[in-house]
């Protein structure tokens, strides 16, 4: 088990540092500064270089995962790891190389692939942290909230706000992978997490495969929502969106810009942004999640912005690029851009288009008003 | 310099770990962590019980500076270490044993004493993270915001929403000590801090010494706005709560109390929390902000929330209990409240009150939804 | 023309009334009401009750009016009466028999039939008055609003935000016949509108007819939205909601109320607000748009609220009781229900549902605190 | 008893009229006039140019009441006319010439003198109606809300939402005035008003003469809150703004001015709004209220807005000018300010300043998004 740094308490270690600002080394100095580890006391004036940066220098570093890769451990992970109570899921997380090992994909951010063998249940159990699941390809999976079974299909996007019963079954008679999205390393750092455990296994009546959950049937409904349900939610209702929806959508915002028309984010790159039907606003109150379709040939406007988020590709090819590392990917690779690192996208010129997933930290720094963006 | 943990990436390391929900240790799954090593990936079955508990453990530990030490140390540094650029700041932070030696109070708030000797300036700057001044004992020392000068006396509250230009100069023949919070170690976590160093020294226009500032002239006149400032702000346009009016507020709940009228927390404890004019929340998007008073003999309920919490004793003696720590306390001690952890305080029965300063992260949890309180 | 009631003013005239709290009708207070007179005065004694009556009392009567006979009359008004600049449309509103002869079909809401001939253009203008268009039957018409034509179709609801350019144009070789409905009587209480005429006649390339106007492409997919377009709009960009939509919403809320799930607003009683995408709100900032259905012999709950509604019924036949009146309703039929006047539809037994439409003045009540809601 | 004209329906009446976009006035249009009038239909065409002016068009007349006036008859009244149940108020309310004799200063606005006698009662009462208080001069008045003793004395300003207890009493041995003002053609309009009676007289202990109230006891803090008290309410929970923290607020943005600084709304030209510290919103959610000063020579900037003003002249002498309208006024005197009318204010070059009271509708377009201004 990882960061067991507890106990005892790690003593403060201070040597003076040479640079504008900074004090001679003298004794006297020394001198202070072992009073300052005893009493557990830092100065300003040697961390604030790295404390207080002109912009933020990400820890985090850009890096790839390989969608075969993941898919090949996962597969052997199916046939070792068992699924129940105490480990909960099957789920194996991306560590960002240079978060200390922690399965962290950025500071705020979990992103892991999920797997699940032909008739094997996922348990109950629910959690303050926020949750998503995307599904890059493969189906038979349902995910039961509170009762309600959803359906995963290849492009479904299906959120789901904290503290939410839920659990997985796989109904095929194939296994299924996909990936999940958590603000876990938020929840981590500031020390903001509950967590509890549900039923073992669902009931035989929770067990059925309807094509459309509850939550869809009342809430998926363009521009409509029942007057019985008429507060606004934290956390978006509706439960799953569906690819046919997404798809469209893309399709359509590129027609209206070949018409003449503003509706894409920038020439040949549409995008959609995943919204809670109650207010508007992010799925999620800690993750956006968008989806975006790149033209054939096209590119997206380089941009930088303040939070980290992570994409997986859900078709096509293309390059990317994120602050000065480069890679072609492909479908199901996944990749992550740091706080306030560059990225653009490029679809390859013999591909009709690449689709990219896509989610982020950005409603936590919307919400206390830290958020900022420009194009270099 | 601390935490240069940056490159090369640190390795993730696995090992198979006994319980429940865990998978047998066999010679398949150690093949399997050496995959997930290789790739960098952590699986969530053996992270889990860290990642996910019932309810907040935090890392960071109770813990109490004594003034006295903090206020020696402070008066050692202001003989040999230089105010000026670079260094910036003398300002000497509150490390908590359990955060890895790093400068953090908390996971997310930054607490320090300041020291400015005699005539000096303490160069301008302005930095995205939410800042403010608090004083416990003294005076003489201006700060300058915007080319607005700010008196700092016993008892003032000084806020300072982010990105503001912001110096400070002592005008008096005496030191003068302060406390500073910031939410450092949160923009830190979530890479989202900016910086920019402006001018070295003051105009000779910005030393006067006013005894109110443009800022209290404009917006210190209860439920009086300027018409010509209409819009809200996300941080308070008022840069000092005088201690005067934050007495006044905490003594007349006390009295209405006593007249039988509901005004306090709970009996014996009046709480005042600073708000911004404009939106009447709190006065930094990311800083909730409090001065709180018990009454001779009385305590405060017992109460644990999510988030982190740092005092200041302003004055008279009680006991405070966080977790399985008790301490007497005395005017200028500091101390920490983690997350989800039992806080309680008492006031000595020789003591007429014991006055607690408190400043706590909470406007982050609740901007996304992630707020809790209990009365154990 | 109606209403001239400017200039001269006319006087006050008071007289002495008998009753509790009120002045001995002596010559001493004829004198002193003379002197009121004079002055531009009133006092509150005489007018309390009318003023300040326990609950609203509403002057707008509870009325029917018969479609049959609107559409005949607009079809007399569609061969004697042009269209044009000047009278901009062929409109016929309904009058409340208690508002004076005024066309307000209650103290805030304007509705209407209106009716284009075959080939007729009604000119493009703007006002601040929020509108909608709603079809009970036909088709043939598009709505082009700033430039977007919008197909109108039986079952369609189309809203449109106040100072948006708009024209009507009958593509088809029949009449078209639908209602608006309008914020005019408000905006003509409170003084607070405005109004700019735009061209009389369209471009060619804007007489297209497609199926979706470019509004619908770019919004009508339930629960995304175009990362382009991501601040929140006062009224909806949405320019129409298609009736399979809605039907299938409805549909929908009764097929899970039957499986035995929350879902409607009581037994047999489903209904959908049309809101705003950007904000989850109403569709516009002062009219609350819906659609109700009501099973094969059920009946809404008895309710009254504050504020006034216009229905017309969309589909099947039933009995409304509005305060002390009852009506046997069909297909087309509008009514009114004044503020504070008890409400229930039954749908009648052999018919397979009653479905109505209903705008109400709710939103201006919410947002200044005034809304109040009551099941006798 | 004044507009009690309800039933028999006034009929519809409907003539041709000649213009632009009209008719031709034949005997068939006559005969669709005719049932138009049966049916209760008014066409639009008819009546475009009334309900749909190019931008307000008052029906509400710019009119001036003299102070003295209005105090010799409320001091007739106050021989004559009792104050008790069923009357309830001594409230004499300006009458716009133009709005029927109803009492009310504007279509949205009620304004009243009221007046009580030594040792007098007004009766407790609550309505829906927001409220509020303006002491032009004079003092002895408590008024007793929700049983809070509230001090009534020169310059102070005392707001009150809706459906609060609320009592007077005289408890000096002169007689009082003072102005109301309140929503009340609003919600009579709108047919939103709700009203219930309390007790006949106040309890003894309730008759003390207090110099601040329990309100502001809590409230009445710069930027300070009551930990007890975290939620926003509608309406501002603080009783009394007192004309000394107005009086310094004013004179400080123009001392600020003269110092150079950004302050005033124009030069010379200082005004402050009353707030619910709450949420720094309007104090009340359907009126603002603001006190305005105007240095000697001094004017404000000509301007016009949507919605209804009323003013008070607090002190000083000058000159206002009102669309067409202009007057030279003295402290007390009250005038309107209909929807878009531009309006400006001098002050005479041998006062020191002049100081207004003003009152406006302006929430109610702001939260309804149909507020405009202009400055012709």
Not at 126 to 139: D, K, T
Not at 143 to 157: A, H, I, K, Q
Request: charged share 20%; proline share 9%; glycine share 8%.
């Amino acid at each position: 088990m990882l960061h067991t740094e507890t106990t005892p308490p790690s003593p403060v270690k201070l040597s003076a540092v040479a640079g504008p600002g900074q004090p001679e080394p003298t004794p006297a100095l020394e001198q202070l500064y072992r009073g300052f580890e005893q009493e557990m006391l830092v100065p300003l004036w040697t961390e604030i270089g790295g404390l207080m940066p002109a912009h933020p220098k990400s820890q985090a570093l850009p890096h790839l995962w390989r969608w075969d890769h993941l898919l090949k451990l996962a597969d052997e992970a199916g046939r070792i790891v068992p699924v129940g109570r105490g480990g909960e899921r099957r789920a194996i997380a991306l560590a960002n190389p240079a978060l200390g090992g922690r399965p962290f994909a950025t500071p705020t951010l979990w992103a892991a692939i999920q797997y699940l063998m032909p008739g094997e249940d996922a348990p109950e159990h629910r959690h303050s942290q926020h949750a998503f699941r995307f599904v890059v390809e493969g189906e038979g999976v349902w995910t039961v909230v509170n009762g309600d079974s959803v359906r995963m299909s290849r492009g479904d996007f299906l959120p789901q706000g904290g503290w939410n019963w839920h659990a997985h079954h796989n109904a095929a008679d194939k296994p299924m992978a996909w990936i999940d999205g958590l603000d876990i390393p938020f929840a981590y750092y500031t020390e903001s997490q509950f967590f509890e455990h549900g039923r073992l296994h669902l009931d035989a009546h929770e067990r059925i495969q309807p094509r459309f959950s509850r939550s869809e049937r009342l809430w998926a409904h363009p521009g409509l929502r029942p007057v019985a349900h008429p507060e606004p939610t934290a956390a978006t209702p509706l439960l799953a969106y569906r690819w046919v929806d997404t798809d469209r959508a893309l399709s359509e915002q590129l027609a209206l810009e070949a018409e003449g028309y503003a509706a894409t984010v920038s020439p040949g790159h549409a995008a959609v942004r995943y919204t809670n039907p109650t207010n508007g606003r992010d799925v999620l109150p800690t993750i956006r999640c968008e989806m975006h379709r790149i033209q054939s040939g096209a590119a997206t406007q380089p941009r930088r912005e303040v939070g980290s988020a992570v994409f997986q590709v859900f078709d096509g090819q293309g390059q990317v690029t994120v602050g000065d590392k480069q890679w072609q990917v492909r479908r199901g690779d996944m990749f992550v851009v740091p706080s306030w690192q560059p990225f653009t996208a490029r679809c390859d010129a013999d591909q009709p288009q690449l689709d990219l997933f896509r989610f982020a930290d950005t409603p936590i720094f919307e919400a206390v008003n830290a958020y900022r963006t420009e194009t270099p």
